[in-house]
């Protein structure tokens, strides 16, 4: 299966006569996100805003990490300019966050005092979302995010 993707992934390049990279992206934020995406992020700051509880599914202990999109396309930038093949490089935040922490910060932030509501975990949501960026580091000029979670 492996051997299958690697020639899938070459074959495009040479079929196409253009290099190819792949990144593969963790959870992205920052300006001028859509309110109703569906993403963690704006769903608890537009919840937030309106003075809504911010809905936690499960506990509350998933975790995911949270790139801002500058670091993001600093990545991509990178990623294009390297002489990297076409193996996937992993660009996002190795820092895990707790969806209750998220909605604790955001809430702080905006100065809500809604709360959370807890609902059921959906099945299928990963307990941990956080990626391995050493390949990023090492290929692309050490590269790692800069801007931290609350100052996004």
Partial sequence: ???R???LRRGAGRQ????VRIARIFNTYGP???EN???VVSNFVVQALAGQPLTVFGDGKQTRSFCFVSD???GFLRLMASPHGCDPVNLGNPRETSMLELATMVC???GSRAGVVHAPLPKDDPVHRNPNIARAQELLGNWAPKVPLEQG
């Fill in 5 to 7: 993707r690697q020639a």
């Fill in 1 to 3: 299966m492996l051997r």
């Fill in 37 to 39: 995406d569906g993403r």
């Fill in 16 to 19: 196409l006569c253009a290099p």
């Fill in 32 to 34: 001028r996100m859509h």
């Fill in 72 to 74: 993001l396309v600093e």
């Fill in 108 to 110: 702080e932030m905006v």
